[in-house]
C-alpha cells in the first residue's frame, strides 16, 4: 500500500506570516495537532500545538501576535506519494515523528499521521512504532529532529 492511498489529501495550511493564534484556531477547527507552512505552494515547514506551548507561551510570549514563522520547525521530515506505508512507518520510528507531510517535487500534497498508518498496516507493527516514537523524543518538537 502506498503514502497516497491513506493520506489526507489537501490538508489545511498557513503562511509563515500568520499568527500562532490562526494556528490554534485552525488546529481546533481540524482537530489535528500540527499544520503544514507553505510558502507559494512549497512546503517550507510545520508548526505543532506543542510548538506553540513551548517555544511560545512558555516563553511569556503571545501567541496572538508571535507569527508562525518565530515557532515551526523548518525544513520538516517529508515522505513522498509513492512510498509505501512501510517505509513511511520507518521513518516516523526513525526520525521519531508522529505527523509526516507528503511532498512531491517541493509541493505539499498532503499528511500522513501515525492513526492513518495504523489503520493502514499491521496494528503491531504500528505500535511498535508509536513505542519508538515515544521512547526516543527527548522533550522536543515531534519536528525537531527534521
Not at 45 to 50: A, E, M
Amino acid at each position: 500500500m502506498k503514502v497516497r492511498d491513506i493520506m489526507t489529501r489537501d490538508p489545511s495550511t498557513l503562511a509563515p506570516t500568520a499568527t500562532l493564534g490562526e494556528a490554534a484556531t485552525i488546529m481546533k477547527q481540524e482537530d489535528c495537532g500540527s499544520v503544514p507552512v507553505v510558502e507559494a505552494g512549497r512546503l517550507i515547514g510545520i508548526v505543532t500545538d506543542r510548538d506553540i506551548v513551548v517555544r511560545v507561551v512558555a516563553a511569556g510570549k503571545d501567541p496572538k501576535t508571535e507569527l508562525v514563522s518565530e515557532a515551526m520547525t523548518a525544513d520538516p521530515v517529508t515522505v513522498e506519494p509513492d512510498a509505501s506505508v512501510d517505509e513511511a512507518q520507518r521513518v516516523m520510528a526513525d526520525r521519531q515523528v508522529r505527523r509526516l507531510p507528503v511532498v512531491e517535487d517541493g509541493k505539499l500534497v498532503g499528511l500522513v499521521v501515525i492513526g492513518q498508518v495504523a489503520r493502514g498496516d499491521d496494528a503491531r507493527d504500528v505500535g511498535e512504532t508509536l513505542k519508538d516514537v515515544s521512547e526516543k523524543g527527548s522533550g522536543r518538537s515531534s519536528h525537531a529532529r527534521g
